[in-house]
């Protein structure tokens, strides 16, 4: 009983941790991190709650839950407005060598079963590491929840000595989406500098680099070369927008 007790105790105390983190991002007008950890704090209170046996300790703990979901639901209908308003901006940095960046990690959050439609605007989609990046950001499209149907990119034509690999590359590219229900729509232009991924579902993510962010591995048996997320990166932005009209590109 008594090492529950401490259990119980020490869950108390992340959860005010969090909130009072929660608390102080509110107050610096972060809003999207605050509320983060206003429902992190918040569902940590729910768990003490859930093993709290004392009445008084219950009602106490319900008063303090109601007043924190109160926050929490101002901070959410605020965000939802920006989103609606199209002001809703965003900033990640990568730094040098920074991992943890794989495009699952810094997409997953934005898609869900409304996203049926993605432009993507690319100049390099050229060498042979830039046509994989483009087919394993392919590859997190059709998956669930996604539903997407169609896929635009607009890129810039290879006119060297590559000009025969991105061709045949995005073909099978577009040969492999096709047997899966999907629709690859390419487009070339010699003008496009601009890098900027948009879904239909109204948010448009600018990568610095673009999809190219990562760095060449060590070697084909180093870990990051399967999975990006130990793959370290270059040093770029990420800025997020939501836009409830997204125009295509």
């Known amino acids: 009983m008594a090492k529950y007790g401490k259990e119980q105790d020490a869950q108390s105390v992340a959860a005010f941790t969090v909130l009072k983190r929660a608390m102080e991002l509110d107050s610096d007008s972060r809003y999207q991190q605050a509320l983060v950890c206003y429902q992190e704090g918040i569902d940590l209170l729910m768990q003490v709650l859930r093993g709290t046996k004392d009445d008084t300790k219950k009602r106490d703990l319900r008063k303090q839950i109601s007043g924190y979901m109160d926050k929490a639901e101002i901070v959410k209908k605020y965000l939802d407005q920006e989103k609606e308003d199209g002001k809703y901006h965003k900033q990640i940095k990568i730094e040098e060598n920074a991992t943890g960046f794989s495009y699952e990690s810094l997409f ?142």
């Open 108 to 249: 997953q959050q934005y898609l869900n079963e409304t996203v049926t439609e993605v432009w993507i605007q690319d100049p390099y989609i050229r060498q042979i590491h830039q046509l994989y990046n483009f087919l394993r950001f392919c590859e997190m499209l059709i998956k669930k929840p996604c539903k997407v149907k169609t896929i635009h990119l607009l890129t810039s034509l290879d006119e060297g000595s590559g000009k025969q690999q991105q061709s045949s590359g995005l073909q099978e590219i577009k040969e492999s989406l096709q047997d899966h229900g999907v629709l690859l729509e390419l487009e070339y232009s010699s003008s496009v500098h601009d890098r900027e991924i948009r879904f239909n579902n109204g948010w448009m993510i600018k990568i610095g680099r673009g999809l190219d962010y990562f760095k060449k591995p060590q070697s084909r048996f180093s870990l990051g070369y399967c999975d990006f997320d130990l793959r370290p990166c270059h040093e770029t932005t990420v800025d997020i927008f939501h836009n409830k009209h997204t125009k295509k590109i």
